[in-house]
């Protein structure tokens, strides 16, 4: 079962959603995501939420335009992350799921998509509440005693615990407990919120007479983001291939998730699973949602996964030039600008066939 919310986009652009969707994702409002203010969202309206995430979504409305905003975050860090790779985490215009069927397997692209989209919205709400704009949240006002005399905590630390527990409430509701894909989606969300909270870094300030350090406060901050995107992309190419077990219960029987080779170690809390094998790429095929990587740019010279040899997958490649105008014997001319020549430079190119 693939993460079956529908939500809005931050500017009402109601997503061309027909019936009742199974594939709708939440994450479709980060798509065209620009500030929304609270009173455009009505949750009531808000199609594939259920009842505990419609509650949730009216009683921090004002945090909602930063749930989108992380959505946005997750998606264009994907885009970074897979770039080079045979599937680059593409969007479907018009599609409620945005990623098309490619989601619909539960394959380590499926489980990167969850945990970065999850981490999105933690880091979008964490730093919303250091801005002090919600009234819902804030700083975070838990300090352990500092470690030496040398400083002491000041500034806003932030709150990345108010962050996960939010990311929790809203993301793992929809999720059915007794089901496998649910299972895996509520392991890899949790993935990418422990990217943040085990990642957290300590900033500090000097104060004093020019310059010196007479003082110095430190707080608690979030790793940029796309060292985030960095730590989950680790935990993709080493994700835990998981099968599916069954276990009775009085209300039926439900489905775990065991790891398929005993070998190796026991997946974590902070590591993705998968259990399904992923679609070679190469070809398109409707069915997959793969779009193949005919017409991929490719670098010849690499031998890894964006040289053309491996995204081709042994098609071959055409070569032809590029002419670009560049910016080039740039100058000081004091004081104060800098001029520059145009310059063409003719690069080639190298597409798959």
């Not at 500017?11 to 065209?32: I, K, N, T």
């Not at 992350?81 to 397997?105: L, M």
Request: charged share 25%; with cysteine; glycine share 8%.
């Amino acid at each position: 079962m693939v993460l079956d919310l529908v939500f809005f986009s931050a500017l009402l652009c109601w997503l061309p959603v027909v019936g009742a969707p199974s594939a709708g994702m939440w994450w479709a409002m980060g798509v065209s995501y620009s500030p929304a203010s609270t009173e455009q969202i009505l949750c009531a309206k808000v199609p594939g939420l259920v009842a505990k995430q419609a509650r949730y979504c009216r009683k921090h409305l004002e945090l909602m335009p930063s749930v989108a905003e992380g959505a946005q975050k997750g998606i264009q860090e994907c885009q970074w992350q897979f770039q080079g790779r045979r599937w680059n985490c593409t969007t479907i215009g018009g599609d409620p799921s945005v990623f098309g069927k490619v989601i619909e397997k539960a394959s380590r692209e499926s489980a990167f998509v969850n945990a970065i989209l999850s981490a999105g919205v933690v880091h979008a709400v964490t730093r919303a509440c250091a801005s002090g704009e919600p009234l819902s949240c804030s700083c975070d006002k838990r300090r352990k005693p500092p470690p030496d005399d040398e400083w002491k905590w000041g500034g806003c630390s932030e709150d990345v615990k108010f962050g996960v527990r939010f990311s929790r409430n809203f993301l793992d509701p929809r999720e059915n407990r007794r089901k496998a894909r649910s299972t895996m989606n509520r392991r890899n969300n949790e993935a990418g919120r422990q990217a943040i909270l085990k990642n957290m870094e300590t900033k500090c300030k000097c104060h004093g007479l020019s310059g010196s350090c007479e003082v110095k406060t430190c707080w608690k901050q979030q790793p940029d983001f796309r060292t985030v995107g960095y730590l989950i992309k680790e935990k993709y190419d080493s994700a835990t291939e998981m099968e599916i077990t069954f276990r009775r219960e009085d209300r039926g029987t439900v489905e775990d998730l065991e790891p398929k080779n005993s070998h190796f170690k026991v997946p974590t809390f902070s590591d993705l699973v998968y259990y399904e094998p992923s679609p070679n790429y190469c070809e398109y095929d409707l069915d997959s949602g793969s779009f193949g990587t005919y017409g991929r740019r490719c670098n010849a010279s690499s031998d890894g996964i964006d040289g053309c040899d491996l995204m081709c997958c042994g098609r071959g490649y055409n070569t032809m030039s590029e002419e670009t105008v560049e910016r080039c014997e740039c100058q000081f001319i004091w004081c104060c600008k800098v001029k520059c020549k145009s310059c063409q430079r003719i690069y080639d190119v190298h597409t798959c066939k």
